[in-house]
């Protein structure tokens, strides 16, 4: 897996978020722990906009790469404890 990037650009700084796929969550928990600190200059628009930034990601991946598809259950087979 490669890693990808969200950055940031507020107040002549620049921002850069480091992730692999699958942990987008550690993305968005760390740039609401900024938005939430009052001597960060992020803020919750900030932490919204990379939230969806991260959600497109996924959304996209999903598109591109989606999951393998489970089977299907054969006709008249029921599952065991199935009344």
């Known amino acids: ?19 692999v796929p699958g942990r987008e969550n550690d993305v968005f928990e760390q740039v ?21 930034r991260l959600a497109s990601e996924v959304a996209a991946t999903c598109v591109t790469d989606p999951p393998a598809r489970l089977p299907l259950p054969r006709r008249g087979h029921r599952p065991r404890g199935a009344a």
């Open 32 to 52: 609401t722990r900024l938005a939430d600190d009052a001597d960060s200059p992020l803020d919750w628009l900030d932490a919204a906009g990379v939230g969806f």
């Open 1 to 19: 897996m490669s890693e990808k990037t969200i950055k940031v650009h507020k107040g002549g700084h620049e921002y850069v978020f480091c992730y």
